[in-house]
């Protein structure tokens, strides 16, 4: 997992799309399910990163697809979630409820 054992946001964003984005989940549609969903700009190389790292840390799979006729014959790099993968966005769910969990912001904000 990212730094000290935990996902960092991106990294959780980006599992989030390759469980979404099922066998279309490469590059691409990762940086745009990502900008679209947190109405965020986030570089295409900062996505690739974090799907390197990601890879690296066996949270997730890559593989390539058939060549493409629209790509000129290209194959695309294709990425699936692993089961690693899945317990890490699970367990990073689980702490952010629990961060969550019996805050009442209206009580928190000064006013």
């Given at each position: 997992m990212g730094?000290?054992?935990?996902?960092?946001?991106l990294e959780q964003w980006v599992l989030l799309c390759l469980a979404r984005l099922g066998e279309e989940a490469y590059g691409v549609p990762?940086?745009?399910e990502i900008e679209e969903r947190t109405a965020r700009s986030v570089s295409i190389a900062t996505v690739y990163g974090a799907l390197d790292?990601?890879?690296?840390q066996g949270l997730?799979?890559?593989y390539?697809?058939?060549?493409?006729?629209e790509?000129?014959?290209r194959a695309k790099r294709l990425y699936r979630?692993?089961?690693e993968g899945a317990t890490a966005l699970r367990s990073a769910r689980r702490v952010h409820d629990s961060m969550w969990e019996g805050v009442d912001l209206e009580a928190?904000?000064?006013g």
């Open positions: 730094r000290g054992g935990s996902l960092s946001e990762i940086h745009q790292r990601l890879e690296q997730i799979a890559s390539l697809s058939s060549p493409v006729p790509r000129g014959g979630l692993s089961t928190a904000v000064e």
